[in-house]
């Protein structure tokens, strides 16, 4: 009931409790006699359909049909249904942005403590887990040599034994690509390059692939490249977004110059 409940109630909705044994919804049975209980009246943001929250909180409530339509609805499109409350002043925007600076702080504050019981936590466990990891290796590479010195007569033509229950093994990788001695990695492309078309198109692979970096540099620059890369099909885009920044010394001290961003 709490998952429900608190969210809901906090917009000031009255939510009837509904028994898991409950055969359907607004009815729940007690003794077998039927008590009838009310669904609760939605504020009118929340009427269309579509609405996140009747979407999040109510998804037993609604038909089939309708929570399907809703489950196909774009996550945009769902909270831009969802009405946010206006600033009626400049006041109201003065009060709104001291607060959320103060939140930031806080969230900044909180995060930091966070980090560093997690990096406590985790310094601990890893001083032992570096001590076993040390030791395993050291055992591995002691059966390791057993296992060499005396695969013939343990192994014979098998792969693996197993020794208490557990396995001993040799497993051959994918294989890698080297050089015989004295060759070198560039003579061996040269000399392959200069070879057939064929047997280049079947050795060799060249990979081409848009410069971004160097397009948007471009595009910024030189009105003839930009011309030129619409004419072709590309242009750049650039998105916009909004964004807080407290002007406090505390919270960029903690934050990094870190934002709060809405896109």
């Known amino acids: 009931m709490s998952a429900?409940?608190?969210?809901?109630?906090?917009m000031g909705w009255r939510?009837?409790?509904?028994?898991?044994?409950?055969?359907e919804p607004g009815r729940s049975t007690t003794g077998g006699h039927p008590i009838a209980t009310t669904f609760p009246a939605l504020p009118p943001s929340l009427e269309e359909p579509g609405s996140a929250a009747i979407l999040h909180y109510f998804p037993c409530y609604l038909k089939p049909e309708i929570h399907q339509?809703?489950?196909?609805?774009?996550?945009?499109?769902?909270?831009?249904?969802?009405?946010?409350?206006?600033?009626?002043?400049?006041?109201?925007?003065t009060a709104l942005v001291i607060a959320t600076a103060d939140?930031?702080?806080?969230?900044?504050?909180?995060?930091?403590?966070?980090?560093q019981a997690l990096s406590e936590i985790q310094d601990g466990f890893n001083v032992q887990i570096e001590?076993?990891?040390k030791e395993i290796a050291e055992n591995v590479k002691r059966m390791r040599a057993w296992a060499l010195a005396h695969r013939g007569n343990e192994?014979?033509?098998?792969q693996s034994i197993t020794v208490a229950g557990?396995?001993?093994?040799?497993?051959?990788?994918?294989?890698?690509?080297?050089?015989?001695p004295g060759v070198k990695a560039g003579d061996a492309l040269d000399a392959l390059l200069a070879s057939e078309d064929a047997t280049i198109d079947r050795f060799a692979k060249v990979s081409v692939a848009l410069d971004k970096n160097a397009i948007l540099r471009a595009y910024r620059d030189s009105s003839e490249a930009r011309s030129f890369l619409q004419a072709i099909g590309i242009t750049v885009v650039v998105e916009e977004d909004?964004?807080?920044?407290?002007?406090?010394?505390?919270?960029?001290?903690?934050?990094?110059?870190?934002?709060s961003s809405a896109a």
């Open 103 to 115: 939140l930031t702080i806080e969230r900044d504050v909180t995060a930091a403590r966070r980090d």
């Open 166 to 180: 557990h396995d001993l093994e040799f497993r051959k990788g994918s294989g890698k690509v080297a050089y015989l």
């Open 131 to 133: 001590t076993l990891d």
């Open 242 to 259: 909004f964004r807080f920044r407290p002007n406090r010394p505390e919270a960029e001290a903690m934050s990094g110059g870190k934002e």
């Open 69 to 93: 339509t809703f489950m196909n609805i774009r996550p945009d499109r769902i909270r831009q249904k969802v009405r946010i409350a206006p600033v009626k002043n400049r006041d109201e925007l």
């Open 155 to 158: 192994f014979g033509e098998r």
């Open 15 to 23: 939510i009837p409790h509904r028994p898991s044994n409950s055969s």
């Open 4 to 10: 429900i409940a608190s969210p809901a109630r906090a």
